[in-house]
């Protein structure tokens, strides 16, 4: 509304985008807690160097904690390759993994039936990082891999971008980067049963 303001209110609808949460695997493991996934990356908005931070933050308490990255990496993009801004940002991503000793815990998956795979790889949290954005590509339109991350049997946070509270309940929205952090390690302080109830709840 705010890119066409001719539009009025009224004729205006919000469409739901849903899943079939039957259709993902969701089996238990005590691993789950200490991995963190992000779904897509691209492009740089998506605020991978966040989730980087947050795993840097989480392993100097404890060296269980890795992350796992579904989809294209910066190099797989020849378009996104060409705009020196992006390419600069992910190569700076690289360098932070490669001087914190993070290569051997950052794991790039590609694509993959995340139905299956985010249970698979024991993924405990799946994060929306997104910066609010004007620019194209724009803002964060609904970010699909908080969905996925509930219905695969993790627990979804979001760092607050423009419209987040509009779709997704409170309890799941944080409002910085150690907000997030100071989440899972109390979260991590609990017994099964409680990440297993936070995660339902989604």
């Known amino acids: 509304m705010e890119k066409f303001p001719n539009i009025p209110r009224h004729k205006v609808r919000l469409l739901s985008n849903y899943i079939d949460v039957n259709s993902y695997k969701n089996e238990w493991s005590e691993d ?3 991995n963190l996934a992000m779904i897509g990356i691209l492009p740089a908005k998506k605020n991978f160097k966040t989730a980087l931070n947050i795993l840097k933050k989480l392993r100097e308490k ?3 904690y890795k992350l796992f990255v579904y989809g294209k990496k910066a190099e797989d993009l020849a378009w996104l390759m060409r705009n020196e801004e ?4 992910f190569q700076s991503c690289s360098d932070f993994i490669a001087e914190n ?3 051997d815990v950052v794991e ?3 694509h993959c039936d995340l139905r299956q795979a985010l249970s698979d790889d024991k993924v405990g949290y799946v994060l929306s990082l997104s910066e609010s954005v004007k620019d194209l590509p724009g803002f964060e339109s609904f970010h699909l891999a908080v969905a996925d991350g509930y219905a695969s049997g993790g627990i979804s946070l979001i760092k607050r971008w423009a419209g987040c509270e509009y779709i997704f ?3 799941m929205i944080k409002d910085s980067m150690i907000d997030i952090v100071n989440f899972i390690f109390d979260l ?3 017994d099964r ?4 109830n936070q995660s339902a709840s989604g």
Do not use: H
Not at 86 to 89: I, N, T, V
Not at 193 to 196: C, Q, R, S
């Open 101 to 103: 000793d993070l290569k």
């Open 193 to 196: 049963k409680k990440f297993i």
């Open 86 to 89: 992006e390419k600069k940002y």
């Open 108 to 110: 790039f998956k590609g």
């Open 169 to 171: 309940p409170d309890f």
């Open 62 to 64: 404890d060296s269980r």
């Open 32 to 34: 789950r807690p200490y």
């Open 188 to 190: 991590n302080k609990m």
